[in-house]
Structures are given as C-alpha cells and as structure tokens.
Antibody
C-alpha cells in the first residue's frame, strides 16, 4: 500500500519561498509508471493542481503558477519536493502530495496547512 | 484551460434517498474524468475514474456516467457516511488538470 506524507514549515513569511517535501513509502518513485503531484486547497475552497514530476525529472506545471514553482525529485530518498517562491497570503492553503495514476489520484498524503503571514 | 462546473453547489438529501450530482466541462474531455469524495480534515478519496469505473473498494451505490462535456455522479441510496463534498476532475487536457468547485451533499 502506497503512502505519502508531506512535511515542511507550517508558517512562511510573505515574499519568501515555501518548501515542502513528500516522502513516499510502500512503493518506489524510481520504478516509474507514475507522475508525482502537488495539489493545493485554499481554506474552504476547491482543489488546484500545482504540477507533477516523473522519476526522470520531467516536470509539468500549472501555467498560472509556473513562474514561481519548482518540483524536484530525490529517488535515493524516495521523496519529491515543492518550492513556491515569492509567496503571498493567497498561497495560504492545505498542500497535498499525490500519485497520478494515469490522470486520477488514488493515493494522497494527509495534507499540510501552510500559512503565509508575517 | 478547461473549466469544470459542478451543480448544484449544495444538495440536501435524506438518508436512503438518491443523489444526482452534475459536472460540466467547458470543452470535451472524452471520458477522462474522475470523481472524489472529501470529508472535513481529510484528503480527497477517489471514487470514480474513466467517467464510470469505480475505484478499488468503492461501494456499488456510487456510479458515474457521461462523456464529452456532461457527467453525472449518482449515489443510489445515501448512507450517513456519504455526506461530504464531491469534486470532479478532468485529466484529458493538461497542463493543468482541473477540478470542479465541488458539490456539498448535506443531510436534509
């Protein structure tokens, strides 16, 4: 059973960079076959796809966030990471990591709330 | 970007009744559509993919239909654990994959 777990600071100051890591267990990122994704949910709102990465390092980003987003992978640690630069209060959200199974998401992390505030 | 529109925003249903949720895409997504259930404080749970295929472990009372731009999630007989928010998601045209705004199913 694949499990994903987000980790990182819960509070980030405006203009700084949000950094989160997702640790995958029960399956190897380097085995291929799946994209590994970040999705966020603003408080009380819907879901927004941020982007994803393949084990090879290929990435796809939401055009609305592309200029500020970097997703990277560390196959040796079975982790992938999100960096979102120049954050504002509008980036306050619950951030989920998830496994893309040919477009749909059967496996999700529990989510981590990141608040942008000084 | 494909815009996904869900209706209604809130659906009030009595336990044991049927619930019908709608999802419309701004352009055709073929059958590349998924449905999720989300309860407060939890991650979304995959219910349906490929517009009509139930995910592993999902009860038969959940069914999905549609193709192109119009999709429906039906819950045949609502159980207490089914009261939640439901989202549709298209994965036909990406990036970005896009989600609907959600339908909250509440107890009538």
């Amino acid at each position: 059973q694949v499990q994903l777990q987000e980790s990182g600071p819960g509070l980030v100051k405006p203009s700084q960079t949000l950094s989160l890591t997702c640790t995958v267990s029960g399956g190897s990122i380097s085995s291929g076959g799946y994209y590994w994704s970040w999705i966020r949910q603003h408080p009380g709102k819907g879901l927004e796809w941020i982007g994803y990465i393949y084990y090879s390092g290929s990435t796809y980003y939401n055009p609305s966030l592309k200029s500020r987003v970097t997703i990277s992978v560390d196959t040796s640690k079975n982790q992938f990471s999100l960096k979102l630069s120049s954050v504002t209060a509008a980036d306050t959200a619950v951030y989920y990591c998830a496994r893309d199974d040919s477009g749909w998401y059967a496996y999700w992390g529990q989510g981590t709330l990141v608040t942008v505030s000084s | 970007e494909i815009v996904m529109t869900q209706s209604p925003a809130t659906l009030s249903v009595s336990p044991g009744e049927r619930a019908t949720l709608s999802c419309r895409a701004s352009q055709s997504v073929s059958s590349n559509l998924a449905w999720y259930q989300q309860k407060p404080g939890q991650a979304p749970r995959l219910l349906i993919y490929g517009a009509s295929t139930r995910a592993t472990g999902i009860p038969a009372r959940f069914s999905g239909s549609g193709s192109g731009t119009e999709f429906t999630l039906t819950i045949s007989s609502l159980q207490s654990e089914d009261f939640a928010v439901y989202y549709c998601q298209q994965y036909n045209n990406w990036p970005p994959e896009t989600f609907g705004g959600g339908t909250k199913v509440e107890i009538k």
